[in-house]
């Protein structure tokens, strides 16, 4: 089964901007469609984008939409958020998740495997 690691969190000031990736081993990437939660303490996981495995199709809520870009590279085993013009209210730790088959990109069990998660914080 495919292992996930998120990188690139940390404290940033509101509209500033920060990456992260999201790397996977054991398995190929390429053989999942991917997607990035964010999760704040006594809430559920938020659904923030998703990929399919060629990226030619890209999900996104309103909430961030316009904002943050999910990217991949099949080759080097690597999924990326680009998150810009961040908000206080995307404090959260940002979690990865790959599954085979997909059918609702926004809801976290339809995710088989799961990242440890990394810590985002937005100062105001």
């Known amino acids: 089964q495919v292992q996930l690691a998120e990188s690139g969190g940390g404290l940033v000031q509101a509209g500033g901007s920060l990456r992260l990736s999201c790397a996977a081993s054991?398995?190929?990437?390429?053989?999942?469609?991917m997607g990035w939660f964010r999760q704040t303490p006594g809430k559920g996981r938020e659904f923030v984008a998703g990929?399919?495995?060629?990226?030619?199709?890209?999900y996104y809520p309103d909430s961030v939409r316009g904002r943050f870009t999910v990217s991949r590279d099949n080759a080097k085993h690597t999924v990326y958020l680009q998150m810009n013009s961040l908000k206080p209210e995307d404090t959260a730790t940002y979690y990865c998740?790959?599954?085979?088959?997909?059918?609702?990109?926004?809801?976290?069990?339809?995710?088989?495997?799961w990242g440890q998660g990394t810590q985002v914080t937005v100062s105001s």
């Open positions: 998740a790959a599954t085979e088959v997909i059918n609702n990109w926004n809801v976290a069990r339809e995710y088989d495997y």
């Open positions: 054991r398995r190929p990437l390429s053989s999942y469609v």
């Open positions: 990929i399919s495995r060629n990226s030619i199709s890209t």
